[in-house]
């Protein structure tokens, strides 16, 4: 045999093997992603507060059997990744997310040089879907997308929505805020497309504002950092002065002699110094003195609470803006879900909730009711009123305020909102006003349990372990609040941007039909 010969068998050899290797880690890869969802779902399932939340053990098989099939039909690392995103479909809360907030772009699982869908859009209540933007300039603002490469835009819209971790009426107004959602982050249309495969170039049927003419076009794909570069290059400011992190938690605007309005964007005062330092929320509290100070001083008839966008907060700032309100006993039923992770996560937690309402008395109580919590079978459910209501009485706060309420909101309130929605209608303090807040009225608490995924453990799953209602409400149903007055975003509104709830609220109370 030559050698030659040999070195030609060699290499033959050698590719042989590295074939049978490729197989072999592909074969080997597939066990573990089964074995991988296969956890999470345990996971999940044992942590959760309550699995089901909402949905029908049918339902739930069938949104599980639908990640088995995407799971199973991957063929490579990064379609297993996108496989993951059908685990949103099983959770009914944005407090609890996976994968991982929603940012495979820290993870490189998106590349800079992805061709992607070169637009901006939202989506109405029923799906459709609307141009805010095309970088491109090929499609007018506004217009009504029909199909992309053959799909109809509506069902890959709504398909989309169920994927988004959070109740569908969260899920809906989170995808159509202000500004854009990062064409990093795999929770916006354009992501949803490249997961799907549906590439460039995209043949898009449209119609115009205000037009039944259908038209096609056919327009090209950008990287993901040429558009990155665009978006980063717009005026920005404007919308980020309309964003709810960069204002003050709380506004007092006086309206005229009777009515005035109390912005609380976040039941939180953005000081997380202070808080650490105190455990206690001492910007929100200055905050909501000063503006009831002005409420007291302006004697106003009328005060409009607008919470509109308001994703929760501190419960102690719940309590402590209802303190001004009422002197009624208040407060919520809390029930914990018992696993190794949560007694480790929730000690702090559960001893927080008690110093808010009792403060430093009660200390044996608590120790005791911290005891039974540690002691409880894995698997169980622990109410946080075991051995101590958990029932709030008001403290006697100078300037609080006796006239008529009228709490206003939206489907972005969330979490601390929806609490303090509840006790406004348990203490009978005021009318509910707007449109319903995007969660359930059974809230779950947002501290969480951080579980990694044991292979590919850049993926984190935040569960959260616990649920509160308010005492008065005794029913175990998930469901919406209902508005005592509803004032919904007509379509021409929100495609244009508008919102007139407030407005419409204060002439209703002018007009005394409030």
């Known amino acids: 045999m030559t050698n030659k010969t040999i070195l030609t068998a060699k290499i033959v050899f050698s590719i042989i093997t590295l074939f049978a290797s ?3 880690t592909a074969q080997l890869n597939k066990q573990k992603t089964q074995e991988e969802v296969q956890y999470l779902l345990q996971k999940y399932a044992h942590c959760y507060v ?32 996108y496989a993951l995103r059908y685990f949103g479909a099983l959770i009914n809360d944005y407090h609890t997310k996976f994968p ?7 993870n490189g ?3 800079k040089s992805d061709t992607i869908f070169p637009i901006w859009v939202k989506t109405w209540k029923d799906g459709r879907v609307f141009v805010v933007k095309d970088y491109t300039f090929c499609i007018p603002e506004k217009s009504e997308l029909l199909e992309v490469n053959g799909y109809p835009a509506k069902e890959l819209a709504l398909s989309l929505r169920e994927l988004n971790f959070g109740e569908d009426r969260y899920a809906f107004s989170f995808g159509n805020e202000q500004e854009e959602g990062d064409v990093r982050v795999w929770t916006n249309f354009t992501n949803f497309l490249f997961c799907e495969k549906i590439n460039t170039p995209f043949n898009v049927v449209y119609k115009e504002y205000n037009s039944n003419e259908v038209k096609t076009v056919t327009i090209r794909g950008l990287t993901r950092e040429k558009i990155y570069n665009i978006y980063k290059s717009l005026d920005k400011g404007k919308v980020k002065e309309n964003s709810n992190f960069s204002k003050t938690p709380v506004e007092y605007i006086k309206i005229n002699d009777s009515i005035a309005v109390l912005d609380i964007n976040l039941f939180w005062g953005k000081n997380p110094i202070s808080f650490l330092l105190s455990n206690n929320d001492r910007r929100f509290n200055k905050l909501i003195k000063k503006s009831m100070k002005s409420v007291a001083d302006d004697n106003i008839k009328h005060l409009v609470i607008d919470i509109r966008g308001n994703p929760g907060g501190y419960l102690g700032s719940v309590y402590k803006t209802m303190d001004y309100l009422t002197d009624s006993t208040y407060g919520t039923k809390d029930t914990y879900r018992v696993s190794k992770e949560s007694k480790q996560a929730a000690i702090p937690v559960l001893k927080n909730g008690y110093k808010i309402v009792y403060n430093k008395a009660e200390k044996e109580k608590v120790k005791a009711s911290l005891s039974i919590f540690e002691n409880m079978p894995e698997g169980s459910l622990f109410p946080v009123d075991t051995l101590l209501p ?19 909101t939206d489907a972005l309130s969330y979490s601390g909102s929806i609490i303090f929605c509840n006790l406004i209608r348990a203490t009978n303090r005021g009318v509910l006003v707007g449109e319903a807040p995007g969660g359930y009225s059974i809230v779950t608490g947002g501290p969480r349990i951080k579980i990694k995924a044991p292979y590919s453990n850049f993926i984190r799953m935040d569960v959260s372990y616990s649920q509160s209602k308010v005492y008065e409400n005794n029913s175990s149903e998930y469901h919406y609040l209902d508005m005592d007055y509803l004032i ?3 379509f021409d509104e929100w495609i244009n941007n508008k919102d007139t709830k407030l407005d419409k609220l204060i002439s209703k109370i002018q007009s005394q039909e409030l």
């Open 390 to 408: 958990m029932k709030h009485n008001p403290e006697k706060l100078p300037y609080r305020y006796r006239g008529k309420v009228y709490v206003l």
């Open 100 to 106: 991982d907030h929603g940012l495979y772009n820290r």
């Open 22 to 24: 490729i197989s072999l």
């Open 50 to 81: 309550d699995t089901l939340r909402g949905m029908t053990s049918q339902q739930w098989n069938e949104r599980v059997d639908k990640l088995w099939r995407k799971v199973n039909k991957a063929k490579d690392e990064e379609e297993y990744w």
């Open 488 to 490: 919904e975003t007509e």
């Open 109 to 111: 699982i998106f590349w």
